[in-house]
C-alpha cells in the first residue's frame, strides 16, 4: 500500500526547517473574553495548529487549514494521524473535522461532566473523547479500552500512535493507561493540564500549568515554558526530539527540534550513473559490477538487479514498508520496517552503490536468490569486486555492507 500526497509527502522529503517561535496569536486575547485552549501537531512536518475557545482555528508552519467560530465552548483539537486535516471538539462532545479529518460526531447524551480532550485511532477512523468525570466515549472504529476511576478531574487524553491505546491524565499528575499504552511514570506535583504521546509510542510528556514539563520513556526533556499565563496545551514534534507548549493567552514556546526545526531532509547528490546489465549504479563501481555479471555468467549464473533509486523513490518505500507519518519516514529504524528500509537520505541506493540482486529465469522471469546456489555464489565472489551482502537481507549487496 503506498500512501502519499499530502503534497507527495512534502515534496518527497525536501522539508526545510523552519522557525515557529509565536509570540503571541492574532488579536489581543487579553481584552477579549477568547483563550487558547488546545495545540496539536501535524504529523509530517514543523507546523501546529491552536484552538481557541470560540471554536477559531489558527494555522502555523506545515499544518494546513484553520476554522472560524462556532456556537458553544471548544474544549479540544486532535490532528489527523498523516497530517492535512484536525478535529475540534466542543464541551458538550459534539465535533468536527476540517480537512483529512472527515469523521463527525454529535453531542454525548447522557454525558458525565464536559468534555476536556479527544484523540484520534492511528488511521484516522476512530475517535476517543473523555470528560472531565472520566467518561471515554468511542466513536468509529475506536473502542472502549477502559476509563479511569478518580474523583480527581480528568485533563487530558493521548493515543497510542503506533497501535489501539490511550492515556488518561488528572489533575493530580496520574497516569492511567489503555490497551497498548504503558504507564511510564506519572509527574511530582498537582496541576497537570496536557499529556502528549512520544511518536514512537514508547512515552509521553505530561504539562503543568506553571509550565512545568516531565517527560517519561522515550520522550525526553528539553525544557519548561516560562509563562506570564497558565500553561493549557503541549504537541510533541514530529520527529519525537522536541515539543510545543501553549499558554492560553495564546503564545506558545517551542523547544527541542519544534524550536530548532526538524534535521533536514533534503535528497542527496544525484551521482554520475551508468548501466551495466541492466542494472543502474554509480558510475565509480559500473567496471566492478560488470566484472562480477562477467563472471557469474561464466559460471552458469545469470544475473539481474535493481540499483540506483532515486530520493523521491526511497521516501515512497518508506511510507509503503514503515508507515505514512513524518516519524515513520524519517526516524523510525529500518528494522521497525517491514521489509527493513533505510531512512531516505542513508541509503546507498541513493548514491547508486547498492544492488538488490536477483536470478533471470529462462521464460524471461525473475527469481529470488534467496537459499540458492547464486546466492552461495555471491557469498563466495561478490568481495572479490567489492560488494558485501546485508545478513538480514540476502537479496541486497553494497560497497559497505549496508
Sequence with gaps: MTVLTRRQLLQAGGIAAVGLALPRMPGALAQTATTAVGIAADPMGPGYWVLMSDGQVWSRGTAQGSAETFSGRAAAIAPFPTGGGFWRTRRNGRTTGQGTATLQTARIVNRQGRVVGVASTRRGDGLWRVTSQGQIVATGTATNLGAPRTDVPVTGIAAHPEAAGYWVLDRQGRVYAYGASKVLGTPVGPAAVDIAAHPSGGGYWVLQRNGRVTA???????????????????????????????????????????????????????????????????????RRVRGLLVHAADDGFKLGGYGYRDHARQVQLRAQNCGPRYYDIYVKSSSMCSPPTAVPGRSLHEKGLAIDFHRKLSGGGIGSIAGTKAFDWLKKNAKTYGLYNLPSEPWHWSTKGG
Excluded: M, Q
Design 216 to 286: 517519561f520513556g522515550a520522550g525526553a526533556h528539553h525544557g519548561n515554558a516560562s509563562l506570564d499565563a497558565p500553561a493549557v496545551g503541549i504537541a510533541a514534534a514530529p520527529d519525537g526530539a522536541g515539543y510545543w507548549v501553549l499558554a492560553n493567552d495564546g503564545r506558545v514556546r517551542a523547544f527541542g527540534s519544534a524550536k530548532d526545526g526538524l534535521f533536514t531532509t533534503s535528497p542527496p547528490p544525484t551521482p554520475e550513473l551508468t548501466t551495466v546489465g541492466g542494472i543502474v549504479v554509480a558510475s565509480d563501481i559500473g
